[in-house]
């Protein structure tokens, strides 16, 4: 396990009920927001969020000379865990971070008292390649998960030709162009809410450029995902899909064929981020979730 350090952070009482919330790829646990985090120790849980490594205020990794794996990514799930004293905690994660929820809940059960995944995709189906092969304009093979919304692809194509940003403005204009992208088109986008997301992810960062290794990592094992082990998960599991989701439509109902007893939920208007407009819904849903 390698020695990168985590940054992370808790809310609520230390004996109230542990949730562990893991943002997705590239992404800094910020993006869980304060008011849904809020609604969640207003309703007894001790709530965790972290910056994934290369993210945010964690470390940055020299990746050239310390190569790592998404599996180096899950383990550091349970390097959180340990550093606030966590044998087993409800697991909550945002689209990747829904798949190293799916993986701990594989590897480690004995450590996930319930999962939740949101905007996320089935473990093992493949979603990587699904994205670049959409991206480079190549076939599906059949039975493949469903490809992300034209408008996704078409933002992405353009965002891989373009040169990189030049100073914080125009990183910070990416950004907020990137978030109404993924916000969808069912509910409508608070730009001024984006802006000042955006300002804080960018000014917190040790280097925004580092979250390109999450890249790497994925090419460096491109297996990390295990193929037909869903069965295997014994959390009780709750699947959560925005009606708008642009980036991985159809593969909330996937998850919940495949996991025993999973229970799936349809927000409706919501995209592949975590708007003020459904804070209230989810939040209810996951503390029904985290009973008992």
Do not use: C
């Not at 996937?254 to 975590?274: F, Q």
Request: proline share 7%.
């Amino acid at each position: 396990m390698q020695n990168v350090n985590i940054w992370s952070e808790e809310f609520g009482a230390e004996n109230d009920a542990p949730v562990l919330l893991i943002m997705g790829s590239m992404s800094q646990g910020v993006l869980w927001p304060d008011e849904f985090v809020g609604r969640l120790t207003a309703g007894g849980r001790r709530v965790i969020r972290y910056d994934h490594r290369d993210t945010g205020m964690s470390d940055t990794v020299d990746f050239e000379a310390h190569p790592y794996t998404w599996d180096d990514i899950k383990d550091d799930v349970y390097r959180v865990m340990d550093a606030h004293g966590l044998d087993s905690a409800h697991v909550v994660g945002h689209s990747a971070g829904g798949l190293l929820g799916q993986f701990v809940a594989v590897e480690r059960p004995e450590r996930v008292r319930s999962l939740t995944v949101i905007g996320s995709s089935p473990l093992g189906g493949g979603e990587g390649q699904v994205i670049m092969r959409a991206l480079l304009g190549q076939p599906q093979p059949e039975g493949s998960l469903p490809e992300p919304s034209p408008e996704f692809v078409a933002f992405y194509r353009a965002l891989m030709a373009a040169p990189p940003a030049q100073d914080r403005r125009a990183a910070i204009e990416g950004m907020i162009a990137e978030q109404r992208l993924l916000h969808g088109t069912g509910l409508p986008f608070d730009e001024d809410a984006a802006r000042r997301l955006q300002e804080r992810i960018y000014d917190r960062a040790r280097d925004l450029s580092a979250t390109v290794n999450h890249r790497l990592a994925a090419m460096a094992r491109p297996d990390f995902e295990p193929v037909g082990v869903l069965g295997r998960v014994k959390a009780p599991t709750l699947v959560i899909e925005g009606s708008h989701e642009p980036a991985k439509p159809g593969h909330g109902a996937l998850i919940a064929e495949r996991v025993p007893g999973a229970r799936l939920m349809i927000v409706a208007g919501l995209g592949h981020t975590l708007p003020p407009e459904a804070h209230e819904e989810l939040a209810a849903a996951i503390l029904a979730h985290t009973t008992g």
